[in-house]
T-cell receptor, first 112, second 111 residues
Framework: DAGVIQSPRHEVTEMGQEVTLRCKPI?????LFWYRQTMMRGLELLIY????????DSGMPEDRFSAKMPNASFSTLKIQPSEPRDSAVYFC??????????FGSGTRLTVV | DQQVKQNSPSLSVQEGRISILNCDYT??????FLWYKKYPAEGPTFLIS?????DKNEDGRFTVFLNKSAKHLSLHIVPSQPGDSAVYFC??????????FGTGTSLTVIP
């Protein structure tokens, strides 16, 4: 298996622009998670899905953030409009039931 | 508010010695714990886990200890090797699905 695949690996965008991060979970995994890594807060859970349904989005910082999972093999995290404070590494992870996650390699977002 | 805390942002250890990474949590309902290791420019990778029915779990050079009364867990690496240099995250869950992560401890093993 190729693992959890995230794209792009790096994204540099100007403040105010829309940013879309993509994730392909491991086939057969029924949970998908979006995390953001910052120095101050470590790995923050933004939102997670179970069987493509959003379960908990309480970690999404603002209405500027939205996430979708249209099918079992694809999810997006969108920021519109983006701001410099959104600069971070965003990780997607998937799991099958109870247990540890498998993380993707992350997307490093820089908003200038 | 951080439910999982790693109060040491960094740790340096000589090669061959023991590395002890600590983690505290606030939610007494947490009963499943994980440690992840993260190298630069890579995603975190699973290292070792422990559930609340045990107080110790060992996997090679890595041992995790859990003290539920103190809401504290620790990861011991013996002997430490330069390849262990990475950021270590602890994570906790009460459901086994949604995990709360700490801020990480950057371990440097000095050759």
């Amino acid at each position: 298996d190729a693992g959890v695949i995230q794209s792009p690996r790096h994204e540099v965008t100007e403040m105010g622009q829309e940013v879309t991060l993509r994730c392909k979970p491991i086939s057969g995994h029924d949970y998908l998670f979006w995390y953001r890594q910052t120095m101050m807060r470590g790995l923050e859970l933004l939102i997670y899905f179970n069987n493509n349904v959003p379960i908990d989005d309480s970690g999404m910082p603002e209405d500027r953030f939205s996430a979708k999972m249209p099918n079992a093999s694809f999810s997006t995290l969108k920021i519109q409009p983006s701001e410099p404070r959104d600069s971070a590494v965003y990780f997607c992870a998937s799991s099958q039931g109870i247990g540890g996650y498998t993380f993707g390699s992350g997307t490093r977002l820089t908003v200038v | 508010d951080q439910q999982v805390k790693q109060n040491s942002p960094s740790l340096s250890v000589q090669e061959g010695r023991i590395s002890i990474l600590n983690c505290d949590y606030t939610n007494s309902m947490f009963d499943y714990f994980l440690w992840y290791k993260k190298y630069p420019a890579e995603g975190p990778t699973f290292l070792i886990s422990i559930s609340s029915i045990k107080d110790k779990n060992e996997d090679g050079r890595f041992t995790v200890f859990l003290n539920k009364s103190a809401k504290h867990l620790s990861l011991h690496i013996v002997p430490s090797q330069p390849g262990d240099s990475a950021v270590y995250f602890c994570a906790a869950s009460d459901t086994g699905n949604q995990f709360y992560f700490g801020t990480g401890t950057s371990l440097t093993v000095i050759p």
